[in-house]
């Protein structure tokens, strides 16, 4: 396994691609020192004795001992390992640990490139594993880039004005193929190093050239990464680890980029494959949101509660209830991949895979609390993050002693306390990345609507309608 | 173990203490019969290929075959079992199987008794043990009354002007305890072999005398149940098995009711003992509840659908979205459940408990949601259900014609089919029992507010501000 | 005007045409007896002082003194009284005071035969005022039949396979026209005088024999009422007001009915009259929703309150609240019947109209809350609405004692008001009756989603995106 | 009237006293100057044709043409053109106006300093007169400045350890009054002439001396403002008026300020004055927030209805129903408060006073639904608020051509209008003024808590209890 510091070096060492406000950065770029802050906790965790056997597994290829974030899932066990680990590793970085992005792919690729070879006589699979096999031994992070432009929603990939506005095959020779399009929101894909293409959704017959899958080294020529990055609120005395973490999201451009056949995975088949592929991986990235998404949750909880002791409220019954209620929230969201965990099948390949219904459920139900949590916090908070002096005031000699005095709350909680619980409140509440973190809450991974529509097509509805007809004496 | 007839049997010999609508009634009274219904299934289903190794199981006690109604679980196995046991033996019977209140009871004497003994060096957990195997050979039902009449509900039980209305022990002799007061919202407890007396809540130093709990035969004099039925509508020509089963709840009456030792399970010992039994039996109901209240939501899941598809609106958006919405509070309670199993500890005694976290905001959830899923069946059956001519109007062949006629939904659904479907809705939406359902799923089993209390008392809170102060940069 | 035992006369002289679980019945069966009370309470309240000026004012046809129920709106104040007299009418019968439905009717009528007459050149608004002033001083009561029984909801009129599943003109005479088909939910046909007919939606080019509007004596031949009536449930000792009322749907079959000229007041007309008609109708009843809907939350506050009263929980957080949770629903419907007389419109013929988008939004948010009015006084009365011993038991000498030693709250509160209190929430709640009036709140003057189609159809998003184009920098 | 130009030219000669970031700076420090233009349109409006009537009113002290900000109100026409002025000024800066604090302080300044004057025989009416002659005059504009800093939040201000954490009279001259404490989240103290001081709750007989109000200039020696600037966030290429407003907020502290006996209108006179002041000043500044909360919903509808136009699903079911609950939200709101204009009332000073009830469930609406309405907006514009790439980016030669090619939804509209779009809801979702934009949305003008704790407090709730008792047969 790599230590934060090699991952870093190799970063440094690319190609140029990544464009931020007109200009064309390198991955030293200060603007993603923080997003890559949390992509080395992952690397420096192995290292964490509370994260023992937690981050760290044994490879089911090779036996060595790799990342689990590099891991093939083989049983309940792995699943519920990745879940608690997701959710302890999101805690420490105030989010979004994003490296499971990666983990969620090869899985996917693990189930479907095998049942390709099945359907078509393919050679996928042994494709695959050669490429896990590195992917593993180099201990690698990748982007998984799934969600497609789309143009206009109401049409088809194949009934666009513009062909290219899902990614597609314009070209296949001999040793590869030729891609073009791009994909957006891709969290981390500055700063990966390897980026894994997949289908955004079911493909029909007419929409072959869509039905495509590949893994690309991040820096390729014909990838051009256009990067937005969503860093904390800088500090500029008030030191505290919440500053230290932040996201980056690339429009991904594959502008006639080549892929050699090795690093193919999808190429044209028949439905329903590449819809298969998209919908494997939006199911292990909808179980890994049944960790994360409670370790956003345990910040709000943790916040909400230590706002309301500052206060002197923490015991009245309204207060009570709402941090009642999200505790609920959290830990539904996590039952549900527990159960999605022990529900869960092996598929033909040997890899084990999450249920569906569960993981969907988890889901839906932390996309659709998210903005009302915040909405808890805020209610718990009063107006003063949004109204919190600058820093500087608290400092300057002719402000600082107003403020002291006048922030008190309890009187046994001191003034600095009292000032770091709300400027973290105000990062929480009313910064940039505050709103991007509900937004991701609501979409990253599917938003409701998503899981709404699997949901739809999974359940045995049939099943109860059955029940039904029995109560009411009706006969089939 | 019993067949359903032995067991009706020996409940018409048993001595008239029921009373209902003025009257002293024997238990072979017609209003029973439907309630007497449900718990029949519990032994019939014994015969049922379907229901193999799921409502049997080994006693740990005796190695026997034993209906696992009767049984102490030990292990996660056996919670998923007992869960995946009331799911589907609610949905034969349309809602509330029941029995699973007197399997919670033995349960959590099973822990609290055990922990007694190790306490206060008393052989309660012996006591029990011999009660235990009587239960079980004799294949019993047992009603838990645990909720008391409660008085002022802002006082506690010795503050209430008339000590009685909390069970209390009113005096204590060498060969047992006299007892008096009322429990009430006592389901089965007119049909039942067993009444398992429970204490209601937590109790301080100065209510120990409250502090009491029993097993007592439920014909026993100073018994008196005073009952009323929930039954189905009755139907008149269209039947079907919605129509076929009932419950019935009891005011329970202890009038100077004598218990013998051996039938004593907690008499007057400090705390925290009493509220220890309280909320372990109230863990086990709530686990009971996350199989249940799913059987619920699916007759409303399934009714939902079907009535969708007759009227012709299965495939519109806003219809599967509210198919999809039920089905999650469905499963989400459900994957509570599990998740509370996978989370369960091994007590001193061996007895396996659920976990309380999981167990509490499962129930609340379900609870949480019960008006808002009759809601969403009201909103896609339209006004029928309320305003459905009576079934002789069907049959008369002056308004049959009509009413053959103008029914009709889709054309391919005869009209018998959509006249009997709303007549199930309009079972489920516009009858007595309907809304003493709705009721029960709030407050069955303990209501939200509950839940709420219990969460607040048992998470940990402190683990998750510990998350926000470390981000905050807050030292303790 | 008329005496309520002059109305009940007349109807009981009325031709048998009455249906009800298979027989042909007098409009004096004792199942109506409680719907007909309503009525009756209709013409009585003219008596009582604290009514003065508000159910009765003068007809702008003949400057008589008329009851409301009869008038055609001038003005806001109109409007204004109308809410308010309907509010204060449900409070005193419980619910539903029904006869509103023909006042929205006629005001309906007044407003679109007069635009009718200026598209077609017609005659009806001379007919409509000639009805009218029969109406008026007839003191009539009529039931407003417009929800046809629709077949396949995904199919228009015309598309139906059996093409009477709409009311429609079978045949056109000289004197007056055929009419074949059936109304269902409707309230009040088989006690009222009339039978005033109402298209149900709009209607296209290809559907206008279905674009029909009448009046029609409700005991004409051809006219058959197949009927449900909803009655409280009954009280064997302890009488009740809430006891009193109740109210009736019909199954309205019209079997080639004959209409003479000058009771028809649309018939084949091209589109949108027919639509227009229905709105102007729903918008009428929507806005006659504004007071009655705040009368039902009136008694489910009162209740609520009561029943947190008399437990001693009356100033817990939580219950006050639930409470102002209830009272903002209740006055945030009545406040959009306010708006919607203030912002309302004098139309061509004279007649006021209520706005569109408050009468839709104050429908939409009663609809929407009902389910949710009712779980919070489940969840304040706790499980004894449902499980509430039979009367008998709080008479008998054996039980009473007990029950009125145990049914005891407040140690001030004596027992038979804690019994009448449960008796009415065990109405309230565990009753066909309740089952139906939450029902009715979703549906009754149309649903939820109803009102979000009119909203969708007719509020001006386009001027809110000139607004976010402005400030987006966006130019037209 | 004075002209914006002369606003600010009085502002710039202001004394220093306002702190940002440690440092002392004039008010044309350039962080306030987005705050200052939303002031400045109060002055503009004036000369537009579109608030001809609605800015401008009569003074009713002096007859003469005077901004409506500076009005007290004397009818409900009154109080419906400001609703309405608020609404539309609101909709011209993307959200609140500010100015409505100092005229809602001043109208209850005008109700309660009467009724002082009734119940102690002072002389404040007649002062407040004077000084509102010379506020209407000179065109003032007014901060109020009426939360407390409150410290611990489960202590009275008598009982805090630092008796300065509510705002109090130290010391009482002859020649007026000492006064020492601070307000925090005063919006627009930094750019205000005056700050009027309002009590911020009920205060008892111990707490005399934290009842006082008074009027003193922004700028006078002992006034001290410690400001933050909510910005909008900056745009280096793409001007859009979404940009140009902001507001700040000022921790105002008094030390030891001396007011002149002619600018205090409460001095610790006996309950329940202060208590009344406060009620008074929130219930007009509720009554402003039906306006100005209607106009923020409306920008957020009106940016959903144009991203669901450009994505190419305006017309799907699932939007149109989010847009009208939408719709429904803000037209309840608005609807709220024409209904607390048209039931409000004429205080003993002739002032005229909106009724509470409805102020109260429209604010608390309002404030309750906030976060939602952003969560559907965040649910319509899918992950890009987050996401957008850098304005450089869409402006650099190497990058542009991608940007517009792949940020194209429906063909018809051209990549800068979605780009401008996307720019704006990233402002609305993703900004650091978004997050206090909901935070002020949830307690700007008083939370919903607070709201509940008014309508609990003056609710007729005992009228529906009769309503209750009546139907239950209940005698008083």
């Known amino acids: 396994m790599r230590t934060s510091e090699e991952y870093v070096e190799k970063l440094y060492e690319m190609k140029k691609n990544v464009y931020m406000d007109g200009e064309l950065v390198g991955r030293d770029d200060p603007r993603l020192a923080k997003s890559i802050n949390v992509m080395r906790k992952t690397f420096d965790l192995v290292e964490d004795p509370k994260f023992k056997g937690l981050i760290t597994t044994l490879s089911h290829l090779t036996s060595e001992e790799i990342n689990r974030f590099t891991h093939i899932n083989r049983d309940t066990e792995d699943l519920l390992n990745k879940q608690k680990m997701i959710r302890k590793a999101c805690g420490l970085t105030g989010g979004c640990i994003q490296r499971c992005m990666g983990c969620d792919a090869i899985n996917a690729l693990s189930v479907i490139t095998y049942e390709?070879?099945?359907?078509?006589?393919?050679?996928?699979?042994?494709?695959?594993?050669?490429?896990?096999?590195?992917?593993?031994?180099?201990?690698?992070?990748?982007?998984?880039?799934?969600?497609?432009?789309?143009?206009?929603?109401?049409?088809?990939?194949?009934?666009?004005?513009?062909?290219?506005?899902?990614?597609?095959?314009?070209?296949?020779?001999?040793?590869?193929?030729?891609?073009?399009g791009a994909k957006?929101?891709?969290?981390?894909?500055?700063?990966?190093?390897?980026?894994?293409?997949?289908?955004?959704?079911?493909?029909?017959?007419?929409?072959?050239?869509?039905?495509?899958?590949?893994?690309?080294?991040?820096?390729?020529?014909?990838?051009?990464?256009?990067?937005?990055?969503?860093?904390?609120?800088?500090?500029?005395?008030?030191?505290?680890?919440?500053?230290?973490?932040?996201?980056?999201?690339?429009?991904?451009?594959?502008?006639?980029?080549?892929?050699?056949?090795?690093?193919?995975?999808?190429?044209?088949?028949?439905?329903?494959?590449?819809?298969?592929?998209?919908?494997?991986?939006?199911?292990?990235?909808?179980?890994?949101?049944?960790?994360c998404k409670p370790a956003v949750s345990d910040i709000i909880i943790g916040?909400?509660?230590?706002?309301?002791?500052?206060?002197?409220?923490?015991?009245?019954?309204?207060?009570?209830?709402?941090?009642?209620h999200l505790a609920s929230v959290s830990e539904l969201v996590y039952a549900a991949g527990i159960a999605s965990a022990v529900a869960g099948q092996t598929s033909s390949s040997g890899t084990f895979v999450p249920d569906t219904i569960y993981a969907n459920v988890g889901r839906r139900h932390a996309g659709m609390n998210?903005?009302?949590?915040?909405?808890?916090?805020?209610?718990?908070?009063?107006g003063l993050p949004a109204t919190l002096p600058y820093e500087g005031d608290f400092v300057s000699s002719e402000t600082r002693p107003y403020l002291e005095k006048y922030i008190m709350r309890r009187a046994d909680v001191p003034a600095e306390k009292v000032h770091r619980c709300f400027r973290l409140l105000s990062d929480m509440l009313c910064s940039a990345s505050s709103g991007a973190s509900a937004l991701a809450g609501v979409h990253g991974g599917g938003s409701p609507v998503m899981e709404e529509i699997l949901i739809t097509a999974t359940y045995d509805f049939e099943e109860k309608k059955k029940v039904a007809k029995h109560l009411a004496g009706i006969e089939e």
Chains 1, 2, 3, 4 share one sequence.
């Not at 990939?157 to 990614?167: A, E, I, M, N, T």
């Not at 050239?209 to 609120?233: C, M, Q, W």
């Not at 998210?370 to 009063?382: C, R």
């Open 116 to 180: 390709l070879d099945q359907a078509f006589g393919t050679e996928y699979y042994k494709r695959f594993l050669k490429y896990l096999e590195y992917f593993q031994k180099s201990d690698l992070t990748a982007a998984a880039a799934q969600t497609d432009v789309k143009g206009d929603r109401s049409l088809r990939p194949f009934q666009q004005k513009d062909p290219d506005l899902y990614v597609r095959i314009v070209e296949k020779r001999k040793d590869g193929i030729i891609v073009r």
């Open 184 to 291: 957006n929101h891709i969290t981390m894909a500055a700063y990966a190093d390897e980026i894994i293409c997949l289908p955004t959704r079911m493909m029909t017959e007419k929409d072959l050239d869509y039905s495509v899958a590949f893994a690309v080294p991040a820096d390729a020529e014909g990838v051009k990464l256009i990067t937005h990055a969503t860093n904390p609120r800088p500090r500029k005395m008030l030191e505290a680890p919440v500053a230290d973490f932040g996201f980056a999201d690339s429009f991904v451009i594959f502008d006639d980029l080549f892929i050699p056949n090795e690093r193919v995975f999808l190429c044209g088949e028949a439905p329903p494959f590449a819809g298969l592929l998209a919908h494997t991986f939006a199911l292990y990235h909808r179980h890994s949101y049944t960790g």
């Open 303 to 324: 916040a909400s509660a230590l706002v309301a002791e500052y206060q002197g409220i923490a015991d009245k019954t309204h207060v009570r209830s709402k941090l009642a």
């Open 370 to 382: 998210i903005y009302h949590e915040f909405e808890i916090l805020a209610d718990l908070a009063g």
